[in-house]
C-alpha cells in the first residue's frame, strides 16, 4: 500500500517557515539579551524540530546544514560557546539559508551554484565555531554523579523504554525509524524487543503497532536531544527515561510504570547491564518497606529543605511549567485550514448574504408577514454566520509587524545608524487577505524611514537629540477600518525640496499656493525622489507610488503628517476585510450607492433653501457638502426632496447630497473590472437582492476629490 506523503510535505513547509520565523525573533531578542536561556532553548527547539522533521521526508540538504547549525547551537546551550554579535549574525544568515532551502525544496528545484557556495561558506564558519570552541575549553575532570535525595548511583549509559501506541503505524510513523535515528546520537549497546502486548493472531490487527523497547545507549548528549528523537511520536507512545547514574530507586519506579510483568522487567535491566540483580533485589526489598511509610515530598519542597535552592526558584520554575502547559492545552485547540477553504466559505456566505436580500425584497413586495417575519429570523442568522465566517480570517498584524525586527536590525548595520523598533497595537486584527498585502508596502515605508528619514547619530547629537533614532509602528481600529502608522523622529519631510522638485518636473507652477498634505502626496508621484545620490535602499524615484498603488488596490488611503526636525508620520488607512461589510445604501440619480455603515454619522433632511450651497450648518458646525449627482456626472429626474448622509473620516466629516436613503445592507463587495481601475472614488461594486448593481464608495478618495475641486475653484 503506497502512502501519499504530499499534504503531509506542506504542512512540513508551512510549520518549518513558521519554526523559522520564531528562530529569527529569538534570535533578534538574544541581542539585546543573551543570556536568556528560554531564547537559546527556542532557536535549538527550532532548528532540531526542522532537522528532525526533513529527515523524515528525505531532505538531505536541509538535514546536513541544519545538524552543523544545531552542533553550534548545542555549545552556545551547554554554555561552552558565547553569544556575540558575529555569532548571532552568523545564526541569523543560516537561518536565511534554511529558509532557502526550504523554498527550493517546495518549487522542487535543484539547488544552483550560487546557493551552494553559500552554503559551504556558512558551513565553513560554523565548523569553526565549534573547532575553536572545543579548542579553547578545557577539558572537565571526570566526577562522580550524585544523585538528589541520596540512594545508589548506578548505570553508566542512558535507559529508554519506549512503547509505541497501537496507532503510531496508522499515524504514518514507523518505530524503527526512531530506533534508527536514536542510533546517530551515540552507541546502542543493548536493545530488547517487547512483544508482551501482541494479542492472539486471530485478533490481531495488522496496521496496528504493539511492540515496546528497552534501549541502552552510550550517548554524551543529554535528555533533551533524546527526547527530541520522539518528538513526533510524543503523543502516541509511553517514553521513560533514565540518565546515566540514576538511583536504583528510580530504576524501580520505573519498572512499576511499565504494563510489563515487573519480574521479566527486572530480567531485562540487568541483561542490558543497566544494574545487577544484587541490586534489583535490594531495591524490591527497600520499595516494599518505604510503601508503609509517610508519602513521598514534592521535589521542590525537597530542593527547599535541603538548601539546594531557594524558594522563589522553585516557584518561578513552577509558574513557568504551568504556563508551558497552560500554552500546549492552547495550541491543542488549534486546526490549521488552508487559506482556500477559507476563501471558499467567505464566498458563499457572500452568495447566502444576497439569495437571502433577494428572498426577503420578494417577501416584502408580496406583503406576506408570515414569510417576511421568518426572513428576518433568517437574516439574523445569515448575520451570525457572516460575522463568524468573517472572524475566521482575522488575524493579529502583530506577527507582520515583528518580522519588521529584522528588517530594521540588516538596515540599521547596513547605513551605519542605531534605531530602535517601537511596536503598539500588535493585537489589533483584520483580514489575513490585507495582512499579506501590506506587508510590501510596509516594508518600502520602514526602509525609506531609516534611510532618509533618520539621521546618523552624529547629526542628531548635534541637534540634540539622541544618538539612537526611533522607528514606531503602530496599529488600531478607528471608524470601521484600521490605521497603521510608520512613524519616525528624523529629519521631516523637506517642503522647499519637495516644492523645488516638482516645479522642475512641471508638476506644479511658481504661482500654486498648496497646503501640506498636498505637498507631501507630490512624493508618490511616479519617478519622485530629492535624494541627493542614489543608495542600495533608495532615491531612484521607485517605490512610494508603488506604495501608494498598493494601498489603493486594498481600497484603502495613505496620509503623510510632518514637522521639520521632528520626524513623519505615514498614516494608512485600510477596510478591515475585502469581502462582506455592513453598508448604507443609497439611491442617486437611477443608481444605488453604499457607504460603509461605521462612517455613516446620521442622516439629515436638505433644506430646500439650501439647495445650491456648499456648505451646511448642522448645529452650529460647517459641514461641507459633495452633490454625488454633480461629481459623478449622473443624469436624472431631480426629486421633490434631497437627503444628506453625514460620512466621518480621518477625523474630516463631510456631507454626501443623495436623493434617496434606503437603509442598512449587507454589501458583499466585487472587485471591479480592469477597465474601471482608474475610477476615483469608487471601490468596488455589490449586488442587490433584486439583482441590480449598486456600486460602493470609496469615501477617502471622495472627500480628497471633493478638497482638490474646492482648492482649484478658489484659484480661478
Same mark, same amino acid.
Given at each position: 500500500m503506497s502512502l501519499d506523503l504530499s499534504e503531509a510535505l506542506q504542512t512540513f513547509f508551512a510549520e518549518s517557515r513558521s519554526l523559522l520565523q520564531e528562530m529569527e525573533e529569538a534570535l533578534l531578542l538574544l541581542e539585546t539579551s543573551p543570556n536568556d536561556a528560554e531564547a537559546v532553548n527556542a532557536v535549538f527547539r527550532a532548528a532540531h524540530t526542522i532537522k528532525g522533521s526533513s529527515g523524515l521526508f528525505g531532505l538531505d540538504d536541509i538535514v546536513a546544514f541544519t545538524h552543523k547549525a544545531e552542533n553550534v547551537l548545542d555549545q552556545v546551550r551547554n554554555k561552552k560557546l558565547m553569544l556575540t554579535d558575529e555569532l548571532i549574525g552568523l545564526l541569523l544568515s543560516c537561518r536565511d539559508y534554511i529558509e532557502r532551502l526550504v523554498d527550493l525544496a517546495s518549487d522542487n528545484a535543484e539547488m544552483d551554484s550560487d546557493t551552494r557556495k553559500q552554503g559551504e561558506a556558512l558551513a565553513a564558519q560554523l565548523g569553526l565555531c565549534v573547532g575553536e570552541s572545543a579548542a579553547s575549553l578545557p577539558v572537565a575532570s571526570e566526577s562522580p554523579l550524585q544523585s538528589l535525595g541520596g540512594g545508589q548511583v548506578v548505570g553508566d549509559d542512558w535507559h529508554i523504554s519506549v512503547r509505541f501506541g497501537q496507532d503510531v503505524l496508522k499515524n504514518g510513523m514507523d518505530p524503527l525509524s526512531f530506533i534508527h535515528y536514536l542510533a546517530t546520537l551515540g552507541e546502542i549497546r543493548h536493545l530488547d524487543t517487547l512483544g508482551d502486548a501482541l494479542p492472539d493472531a486471530a485478533v490481531m490487527d495488522p496496521e496496528c503497532c504493539y511492540l515496546g523497547f528497552e534501549i541502552s545507549l552510550k550517548s554524551e548528549v543529554d535528555k533533551a536531544r533524546i527526547e527530541g528523537v520522539f518528538e513526533f511520536v510524543r503523543d502516541d507512545c509511553q517514553l521513560h527515561i533514565l540518565a546515566p547514574g540514576s538511583r536504583m530507586e528510580d530504576f524501580h519506579n520505573l519498572i512499576m510504570a511499565l504494563p510489563e510483568d515487573k519480574t521479566r522487567l527486572g530480567e531485562l535491566l540487568v541483561a542490558c547491564g543497566a544494574v545487577t540483580q544484587r541490586e534489583l533485589d535490594e531495591s524490591l526489598a527497600l520499595q516494599e518497606k518505604s510503601a508503609f511509610e509517610e508519602k513521598a515530598q514534592p521535589l521542590g519542597e525537597i530542593l527547599v529543605e535541603r538548601q539546594i535552592a531557594h524558594p522563589e526558584l522553585v516557584d518561578a520554575a513552577l509558574n513557568k511549567q504551568k504556563e508551558v502547559r497552560q500554552r500546549q492545552a492552547q495550541e491543542a485547540r488549534l486546526i490549521r485550514v488552508h487559506a482556500d477553504k477559507l476563501d471558499s466559505l467567505i464566498n458563499l456566505v457572500g452568495e447566502l448574504v444576497i439569495a437571502g436580500a433577494g428572498v426577503g425584497l420578494m417577501a416584502a413586495?408580496?406583503?406576506?408577514?408570515?414569510?417576511?417575519?421568518?426572513?428576518?429570523?433568517?437574516?439574523?442568522?445569515?448575520?451570525?454566520?457572516?460575522?463568524?465566517?468573517?472572524?475566521?480570517?482575522?488575524?493579529?498584524?502583530?506577527?507582520?509587524?515583528?518580522?519588521?525586527?529584522?528588517?530594521?536590525?540588516?538596515?540599521?548595520?547596513? *547605513?551605519?545608524?542605531?534605531?530602535?523598533?517601537?511596536?503598539?497595537?500588535?493585537?489589533?486584527?483584520?483580514?489575513?487577505?490585507?495582512?499579506?498585502?501590506?506587508?510590501?508596502?510596509?516594508?518600502?515605508?520602514?526602509?525609506?524611514?531609516?534611510?532618509?528619514?533618520?539621521?546618523?547619530?552624529?547629526?542628531?547629537?548635534?541637534?540634540?537629540?539622541?544618538?539612537?533614532?526611533?522607528?514606531?509602528?503602530?496599529?488600531?481600529?478607528?471608524?470601521?477600518?484600521?490605521?497603521?502608522?510608520?512613524?519616525?523622529?528624523?529629519?521631516?519631510?523637506?517642503?522647499?525640496?519637495?516644492?523645488?522638485?516638482?516645479?522642475?518636473?512641471? *508638476?506644479?507652477?511658481?504661482?500654486?499656493?498648496?497646503?501640506?498634505?498636498?505637498?507631501?502626496? *507630490?512624493?508618490?508621484?511616479?519617478?519622485?525622489?530629492?535624494?541627493?545620490?542614489?543608495?542600495?535602499?533608495?532615491?531612484?524615484?521607485?517605490?512610494?507610488?508603488?506604495?501608494?498603488?498598493?494601498?489603493?488596490?486594498?481600497?484603502?488611503?495613505?496620509?503623510?503628517?510632518?514637522?521639520?526636525?521632528?520626524?513623519?508620520?505615514?498614516?494608512?488607512?485600510?477596510?478591515?476585510?475585502?469581502?462582506?461589510?455592513?453598508?448604507?445604501?443609497?439611491?442617486?440619480?437611477?443608481?444605488?450607492?453604499?457607504? @460603509?455603515?461605521?462612517?455613516?454619522?446620521? %442622516?439629515?433632511?436638505?433644506?430646500?433653501?439650501?439647495?445650491? %450651497?456648499?456648505?451646511?450648518?448642522?448645529?452650529?458646525?460647517?459641514? @461641507?457638502?459633495?452633490?454625488?449627482?454633480?461629481?459623478?456626472?449622473?443624469?436624472?429626474?431631480?426629486?421633490?426632496?434631497?437627503?444628506?448622509?453625514?460620512?466621518? %473620516?480621518?477625523?474630516?466629516?463631510?456631507?454626501?447630497?443623495?436623493?434617496?436613503?434606503?437603509?442598512?445592507?449587507?454589501?458583499?463587495?466585487?472587485?471591479?473590472?480592469?477597465?474601471?481601475?482608474?475610477?476615483?472614488?469608487?471601490?468596488?461594486?455589490?449586488?442587490?437582492?433584486?439583482?441590480?448593481?449598486? *456600486?460602493?464608495?470609496?469615501?477617502?478618495?471622495?472627500l480628497n476629490e471633493a478638497a482638490r475641486e474646492r482648492v482649484a475653484a478658489t484659484q480661478y
Open positions: 413586495r408580496n406583503k406576506d408577514a408570515a414569510m417576511v417575519e421568518s426572513m428576518s429570523g433568517m437574516a439574523r442568522l445569515v448575520e451570525d454566520i457572516r460575522d463568524g465566517a468573517m472572524r475566521l480570517r482575522m488575524v493579529e498584524i502583530g506577527e507582520t509587524f515583528s518580522r519588521f525586527r529584522r528588517v530594521v536590525r540588516d538596515v540599521s548595520k547596513e *547605513l551605519g545608524k542605531d534605531v530602535e523598533l517601537i511596536i503598539s497595537g500588535g493585537d489589533t486584527e483584520l483580514d489575513k487577505t490585507v495582512v499579506d498585502k501590506i506587508g510590501d508596502p510596509l516594508t518600502h515605508l520602514v526602509r525609506n524611514a531609516m534611510d532618509h528619514g533618520i539621521e546618523s547619530a552624529q547629526d542628531r547629537l548635534a541637534s540634540g537629540k539622541p544618538g539612537q533614532g526611533t522607528l514606531h509602528l503602530n496599529a488600531y481600529h478607528d471608524a470601521g477600518g484600521i490605521i497603521i502608522e510608520v512613524a519616525d523622529d528624523g529629519y521631516g519631510l523637506n517642503r522647499d525640496r519637495i516644492l523645488a522638485k516638482a516645479r522642475e518636473r512641471g *508638476l506644479v507652477q511658481d504661482g500654486d499656493n498648496l497646503a501640506d498634505r498636498d505637498v507631501w502626496n *507630490l512624493i508618490f508621484e511616479p519617478g519622485f525622489s530629492t535624494a541627493t545620490q542614489v543608495s542600495n535602499l533608495s532615491g531612484r524615484g521607485v517605490g512610494m507610488d508603488v506604495v501608494r498603488r498598493n494601498i489603493q488596490a486594498l481600497r484603502g488611503s495613505v496620509e503623510i503628517e510632518s514637522h521639520a526636525g521632528q520626524g513623519s508620520t505615514f498614516r494608512i488607512r485600510l477596510p478591515l476585510t475585502l469581502a462582506i461589510i455592513d453598508g448604507f445604501l443609497m439611491g442617486v440619480a437611477d443608481g444605488h450607492y453604499v457607504v @460603509p455603515l461605521d462612517m455613516v454619522l446620521e %442622516c439629515v433632511e436638505m433644506d430646500a433653501e439650501r439647495d445650491e %450651497c456648499d456648505f451646511l450648518n448642522l448645529r452650529g458646525e460647517v459641514l @461641507p457638502l459633495l452633490r454625488l449627482k454633480q461629481h459623478l456626472g449622473l443624469e436624472g429626474h431631480r426629486t421633490r426632496r434631497q437627503n444628506v448622509v453625514v460620512v466621518s %473620516c480621518a477625523g474630516r466629516k463631510a456631507g454626501l447630497v443623495v436623493d434617496e436613503l434606503k437603509g442598512e445592507f449587507q454589501a458583499v463587495i466585487k472587485p471591479m473590472a480592469q477597465i474601471f481601475a482608474q475610477v476615483r472614488g469608487i471601490s468596488g461594486s455589490t449586488i442587490l437582492g433584486s439583482g441590480q448593481v449598486a *456600486l460602493v464608495l470609496d469615501v477617502p478618495s471622495l
